[in-house]
């Protein structure tokens, strides 16, 4: 079945610092999405996109869809301890159901 | 942030018991999940709902059962609970079921079975 691969599972950066996580999939996606998980807390939609190679951008966020369409990307610029959480792709594909990474845990340190 | 109420949010019971859990949403969308969560393995889909009485099975869902008898209410029922249901479990509602609809997520309930 389909599955969503997320690396790296654990990220430890000074604040200041970039932060990357990467997303692939086994199959073709129709959408990527992005959710955040602050610690004790629910996911939250960050994002979606749809269209090959598309890139978008909130604040110090970047984010990018693959040209297959198997794979994404979040980078985060100059992390600020708000950024501390969790991040989770998920990819929508034939079936009626997103399936989630298994998420990026970002850990910033002042 | 979307009013999704589950309860309840922590329950701590011994292995063999029945446990339901209730998912109250006031949005009126049509679709509704129940993921569980777990280090190591992200977010779980479990079961999920497309309307009244409508329900389908996700990649994880032996041992578990949901009813959904209103629009608001998703129900998820472990029959006989066992230590490996030990978990987070959110629900989520979108307003539709077709995959490149954003899920919003309710606080999650903390359930231990010992």
């Known amino acids: 079945g389909q599955q969503v691969m997320q690396i790296p599972q654990y990220q430890h950066v000074q604040e200041g610092e970039d932060f990357t996580t990467y997303c692939n999939s086994s199959?073709?996606?129709?959408?990527i999405q992005w959710y955040k998980q602050r610690p004790g807390g629910h996911p939250v939609f960050l994002i979606q996109?749809?269209?090959?190679?598309e890139v978008k951008k909130q604040k110090r966020l970047t984010f990018q869809f693959g040209e297959a369409k198997k794979n994404s990307s979040l980078h985060i610029t100059a992390t600020q301890t708000t950024d501390v959480g969790t991040y989770f792709c998920?990819?929508?594909?034939?079936?009626?159901?997103?399936?989630f990474g298994t998420g990026t845990l970002l850990a910033v340190q002042p | 942030d979307a009013g999704i109420t589950q309860s309840p949010r922590h329950k701590v019971t011994e292995t063999g018991t029945p446990v339901t859990l209730r998912c109250h949403q006031t949005?009126?969308?049509?679709?509704m999940y129940w993921y569980r969560q777990d280090p190591g393995h992200g977010l779980r889909l479990i079961h999920y709902?497309?309307?009244?009485?409508?329900?389908d099975k996700g990649e994880v869902s032996d041992g578990y059962s949901v009813s959904r008898s209103k629009t608001e209410d998703f129900l998820l029922t472990l029959e006989s609970a066992t230590s490996s249901q030990t978990s987070v479990y959110f629900c989520?509602?979108?307003?539709?079921?077709?995959?490149?609809?954003?899920?919003?997520f309710g606080d999650g309930t903390r359930l231990s079975i010992l």
């Open positions: 709902s497309y309307g009244v009485k409508d329900t």
């Open positions: 989520a509602i979108s307003t539709d079921g077709i995959s490149n609809q954003p899920q919003h």
């Open positions: 949005e009126n969308h049509r679709y």
């Open positions: 996109l749809v269209k090959s190679g």
């Open positions: 199959t073709t996606l129709s959408n």
């Open positions: 998920a990819g929508g594909g034939a079936t009626n159901k997103l399936i």
